[in-house]
């Protein structure tokens, strides 16, 4: 085959596959579009003041589910998000029970599985670590040695455990090797993880890479922007001003809900932690969603 004969053909065969990845998320009955979530710390200042008025704004802008956070004290939110129509699926929880159990029964975290069972929940999920929990690449192995033999607890509950990350486990700790690179080397099947797309970029790496390279392993992604000209890679605290309603920023969200679609992810969530108005910035992100 002649050089631009080959050219031609693969120029036009990149273009498809773009084409039909883009046409994926541009779907008016995209699953994710029609089922997306907030993560409710988004909204924690509202939610503290008027909790069903709050959720009925959310479920007014569209929003179909959201993932509670500080799981199991949150059983006003929870009838308020019913009240509202929202679906629940997902808590993120008081992680501790997991990664720093009191006992070797885990009974704290079966106390967890136990009340969200009662609410109907299938996701729970670790936000945080400890500064003792990631200071070395061993304490990370200790990490993934505890959700382990949590996970298997929450698969005979019948509840996807997960970890959620941020940016400082992307940070190297020796040989090359990340907090990061142990979770996906050390978590057995039963455990998965929850990406979260803006702590990805701002350590300097691509979302859509690393959801595609744990394909199977991805149980829910939160969607954020970054405000341009955020240094990166970086691996501590970032400026407020640096978290974008989605399409406000510089992270594409269409290759990302392919990419999700393709790695068998089940849930997507809008976060925003820090704006001035979250309330109009959920819908800012809604109507970006609903362009796509």
């Known amino acids: 085959m002649k050089r631009r004969s080959f050219i031609g053909k693969t120029a036009a065969a990149t273009l498809a596959l773009t084409h ?15 089922d997306i979530g907030i993560q409710l710390y988004t909204l924690r200042n509202e939610l503290g003041k008027d909790p069903i008025g709050t959720l009925k704004q959310v479920a007014a802008a569209g929003y179909k ?31 501790e029970a997991v990664t720093n159990p009191k006992d070797a029964e885990f009974s704290d975290f079966l106390k967890i599985l136990d009340q969200a069972k009662t609410f109907g929940l299938s996701h729970l999920v670790i936000p945080y670590l400890k500064n003792e929990n990631r200071k070395s690449l061993d ?120 990419a999700a679609a393709a790695a068998g992810v089940k849930h997507c969530h809008v976060e925003q932690d820090h704006s001035p108005d979250p309330i109009a910035s959920i819908k800012q992100s809604m109507a970006y969603l609903q362009k796509l």
């Open 20 to 34: 039909t990845s883009n046409l994926f998320a541009l779907e008016a009955d995209n699953a994710y579009r029609k």
């Open 65 to 95: 589910q959201v993932e509670l956070y500080g799981f199991p004290g949150a059983k006003p939110i929870i009838e308020a998000a019913k009240e509202a129509g929202l679906t629940i699926n997902s808590a993120h929880f008081e992680w």
């Open 139 to 258: 304490a990370y192995k200790k990490v993934a040695e505890n959700a382990n033999k949590a996970a298997v607890l929450a698969k005979q509950a019948g509840i996807q455990l997960s970890y959620h990350n941020h940016n400082f486990e992307f940070e190297s700790l020796g040989g090359g090797k990340s907090g990061y690179d142990v979770l996906i080397e050390e978590f057995s099947p039963e455990m998965q993880f929850e990406i979260d797309v803006f702590w990805v970029k701002t350590a300097g790496l691509d979302p859509v890479t690393l959801i595609q390279k744990l394909s199977g392993r991805v149980s829910q992604l939160h969607l954020k922007d970054l405000r341009q000209g955020v240094p990166s890679p970086t691996y501590g605290s970032i400026p407020e001003d640096a978290y974008k309603e989605l399409g406000n920023g510089i992270i594409p969200m269409e290759p990302i809900m392919a």
